[in-house]
Antibody
Framework: EVQLLESGGGLEQTGGSLRLSCAAS????????MSWVRQAPGKGLEWVSA???????YYADSVKGRFTISRDNSKNTLYLQMNSLRAEDTAIYYC??????????????WGQGTQVTVSS | EIVLTQSPGTLSLSPGERATLYCRAS???????LAWYQQKPGQAPRLLIY???SRATGIPDRFSGSGSGTDFTLAISRLEPEDFAVYYC?????????FGQGTKVEIK
């Protein structure tokens, strides 16, 4: 059974940092691209960042230069280092597994999410 | 950046009725890049459709996707009580992903 378990969220001040983790199990983690998606309170889904199997990284303009995605295949874990936090980063952060490249676009498994709150 | 616009914002229907949700892209997208998700309150999104028309694993056949170019559709043939939720379309292109703003399907 595929499981994704996020951790590391919490309350942080404006300008501070947080590191999110996503522990994966039930599939060959190293073989799949992974993403972070967030959802601000009462709002829709916003893609944040992605990392492919070759460790190439991609970012939404809203977080570029502030957030860094990484993965440790030996630990089956995905990370999101979040620096220079802003109030507008307040959201639930989900990690998501991408479908196999040969199948197509889509995130077929999601974690339960971790809450990040940024306050002054 | 490709913008996805979903309509209507809210759809009020009764169980057993057919629901049709629309997703329009600001420029043409590959059908292989278009996906649909369902999200219920307090839950993570669930993948329903990928490649514009392929159902994800375990998704009932009352859900169907269609479309190409800039216009895509998600249809739910007969609404079950568990189908009342928010639905999002998503596309991938240029090494980034975008979501539509969502359509809420509510009980009439």
């Amino acid at each position: 059974e595929v499981q994704l378990l996020e951790s590391g969220g919490g309350l942080e001040q404006t300008g501070g940092s947080l590191r999110l983790s996503c522990a994966a199990s039930g599939f060959t983690f190293s073989s799949y691209a992974m993403s972070w998606v967030r959802q601000a309170p009462g709002k829709g889904l916003e893609w944040v960042s992605a990392i492919n199997t070759g460790d190439n990284t991609y970012y939404a303009d809203s977080v570029k230069g502030r957030f860094t995605i990484s993965r440790d295949n030996s630990k089956n874990t995905l990370y999101l280092q979040m620096n220079s936090l802003r109030a507008e980063d307040t959201a639930i952060y989900y990690c998501a597994k991408r479908l196999a490249y040969s199948t197509g676009n889509g995130f077929d498994y999601w974690g339960q999410g971790t809450q990040v709150t940024v306050s002054s | 950046e490709i913008v996805l616009t979903q309509s209507p914002g809210t759809l009020s229907l009764s169980p057993g009725e057919r629901a049709t949700l629309y997703c329009r892209a600001s420029q043409s997208v590959s059908s292989s890049s278009l996906a649909w998700y369902q999200q219920k309150p307090g839950q993570a999104p669930r993948l329903l459709i990928y490649g514009a028309s392929s159902r994800a694993t375990g998704i009932p056949d009352r859900f169907s996707g269609s479309g190409s170019g800039t216009d895509f559709t998600l249809a739910i043939s007969r609404l079950e009580p568990e189908d009342f939720a928010v639905y999002y379309c998503q596309q991938y292109g240029g090494s980034s992903w975008t979501f539509g703003q969502g359509t809420k399907v509510e009980i009439k």
